[in-house]
Structure formats: structure tokens, C-alpha cells
């Protein structure tokens, strides 16, 4: 079966690097499917939970910006703002960063304010770290 060389990074760490067989992305003009043989593409990606299939089963991951891009050579290469592994999640300290911000956004005289986008940008990625972590949580485990 054919794969794909898949790789996402932030600027702090690779997050995740292996040979996969699909991967499911967010994108700003919605969720794409990358398959084996896919045509070259570069894209925007938005807040959201990100499903790769490898020969593991699948594995999750919350992305929060950044962009892809599939090169021709059955390659995938995200770089994103933030993204992190399901399993790695810390879903008490995401709610605790949620609520921290959320506490802040009420204390910003207009909605013109800077700090207004900034907080909303970190409540929507703690948002989405509860989610994808949440999910992850309820599923079965799989075992390496």
C-alpha cells in the first residue's frame, strides 16, 4: 500500500514524523483528506483536530494555524503555529489557560484592542486542545 512522508513541526519541536497512509486537515476553505498521489497543494490551516492513519491505527492531533504543504513526491509537511498529540494533552491546564484568558477578555475596554484578537486567538486553541484532548480521551486505546 502506498504512503505518504508526513511530517509537522512548530517552532518549538517536530510533533510528529512518520510514513502514513491519509491524514484529514483543517483548512480555512474546510477539511481535505491528503491521500497517496495527491496533487501538489499549498493551504492555509485553521484551529482544528487533525486525524492521521499510519500503520498504528489512527492518531490525533489539535493544530491551531499554519499552513501545509503537499509536495509531489508524496510528501506532507505542516507548519503550524501550535500542534500537539492528543495523548499529550493536559486537558486541566488548557481549561485553567481558557478561563485565565477568558478572565482577561473582560477586562478589555473595546473590541478595537489588540490584546481583544490576542485572547480570543489563545481561547479558540485551548478550545480546541479540550476537544481533540476530550475525544481522545473516550476512545479505546491502542497500544504500540
Do not use: C
Not at 483536530?49 to 510528501?75: H, P, R, S, T, W
Amino acid at each position: 500500500m502506498a504512503t505518504l512522508k508526513f511530517k509537522i513541526v512548530t517552532p518549538e519541536k517536530t510533533v510528529y514524523e512518520n510514513d502514513i497512509f491519509q491524514v484529514s486537515i483543517p483548512t480555512m476553505t474546510g477539511e481535505i483528506t491528503i491521500l497517496p498521489n495527491h496533487i501538489p497543494l499549498v493551504s492555509i490551516l485553521k484551529s482544528g483536530e487533525m486525524k492521521v492513519v499510519d500503520k498504528l491505527g489512527e492518531q490525533y492531533i489539535a493544530v491551531a494555524g499554519g499552513f501545509l504543504e503537499v509536495k509531489g513526491n508524496n510528501e506532507v509537511v505542516i507548519l503550524a503555529d501550535n500542534a500537539e498529540r492528543a495523548e499529550e494533552i493536559d486537558i486541566t491546564r488548557a481549561e485553567e489557560a481558557r478561563q485565565r484568558a477568558e478572565e482577561q477578555m473582560k477586562q478589555v475596554k473595546t473590541v478595537q484592542d489588540i490584546d481583544f484578537a490576542k485572547l480570543q486567538a489563545v481561547i479558540d486553541r485551548e478550545m480546541n486542545r479540550i476537544r481533540v484532548g476530550k475525544k481522545y480521551k473516550k476512545l479505546p486505546q491502542q497500544h504500540s
